[in-house]
């Protein structure tokens, strides 16, 4: 019967830790819905490269993006 308290708290810590690290996985996923910065980023860099917009509104949208 000794060890029950301690294994007790050991459990909880075990399934924060793996929920963390599932959320973390899928955090970057674009599947998932994560990784909105560089999505966001990886569009107006592609407008930037097609003359659709200039150089100093993709600094604009970069500084905005790490303002969040």
Do not use: C, N, V
């Not at 899928?26 to 150089?55: D, K, V």
């Amino acid at each position: 019967m000794m060890g029950f308290g301690w294994m007790g708290g050991g459990m909880w810590l075990f399934w924060i830790a793996l929920a963390a690290g599932l959320y973390f996985l899928f955090y970057g996923m674009p599947l998932y819905g994560g990784g909105g910065r560089s999505r966001a980023l990886r569009i107006a860099e592609e407008r930037y490269a097609q003359g659709e917009i200039t150089a100093g509104e993709l600094d604009e949208i970069k500084d905005k993006l790490w303002e969040e």
